[in-house]
């Protein structure tokens, strides 16, 4: 009876911790879906670079900047995971190989994006820098 009352107990504490758990997944689920549709990426990049915009308070001097930063760090183009089915009729180097030239994309793009806030953060005032610093902290964040 001792082991029945044991097992009872830890099914019950299995399924409470499995119905408090299900709405974190259902909710990661639902950002990861967000990601993979290019035109709700496309306004939520939008939507923050307008954000980070209006809490710089640029001057006339730093907008051509601004532009240029703001071209920059908007990703063009595959918003996506590859071509499961062009990638399943590869053999496994040549999946390989074409995973290895898309992480090498993906890092020069990256770099790209450094070089630009590199060069957009030299022409901030040091308020702007910490406003930048904030929004950049609270973006890593999610």
Same mark, same amino acid.
């Given at each position: 009876m001792n082991?029945?009352?044991?097992?009872?107990?830890i099914g019950m504490a299995t399924a409470g911790i499995a119905a408090i758990a299900l709405p974190?997944?259902?909710k990661q689920s639902e950002c990861h879906a967000q990601h993979r549709d290019a035109a709700k990426m496309s306004a939520m990049i939008?939507?923050?670079q307008t954000e980070l915009?209006?809490?710089l308070k640029l001057n006339a001097e730093q907008e051509s900047a601004w532009k240029a930063f703001s071209e920059k760090m908007t990703p063009a183009g595959n918003w996506g995971k590859p071509?499961? !089915?062009?990638?399943s009729s590869l053999h496994a180097p040549q999946r390989m190989e074409k995973?290895?030239?898309q992480m090498r994309e993906r890092e020069a793009r990256m770099g790209a994006r450094v070089s630009a806030v590199q060069t957009f953060y030299a022409v901030l005032t040091?308020?702007?820098q910490?406003?930048?610093?904030?929004?950049? !902290?609270?973006?890593d964040r999610h």
């Open positions: 082991n029945f009352r044991k097992l009872a107990l974190v997944f259902a939008q939507k923050r915009h209006a809490k071509d499961r !089915a062009e990638l995973m290895l030239a040091p308020e702007q910490k406003v930048f610093d904030d929004q950049f !902290a609270r973006h």
